[in-house]
């Protein structure tokens, strides 16, 4: 699960958030995702 947390820290880090709502774009949704082997697991903030 620690992955998915990760995963979203990227998006915050890197700002990808911020380069959409520039570019208009008003409902973001974020979601991080971990795989091992056929298991996946999806968090969202």
């Not at 699960?1 to 380069?19: G, H």
């Not at 959409?20 to 999806?42: H, N, R, S, V």
Request: contains cysteine.
């Amino acid at each position: 699960m620690w992955e998915c947390a990760d995963a979203l820290r990227q998006i915050e880090d890197k700002q990808y958030r911020k380069n959409l709502q520039l570019e208009g774009y008003t409902t973001i949704l974020c979601y991080g995702a971990a795989f091992l082997g056929k298991t996946c697991l999806i968090k969202s903030a």
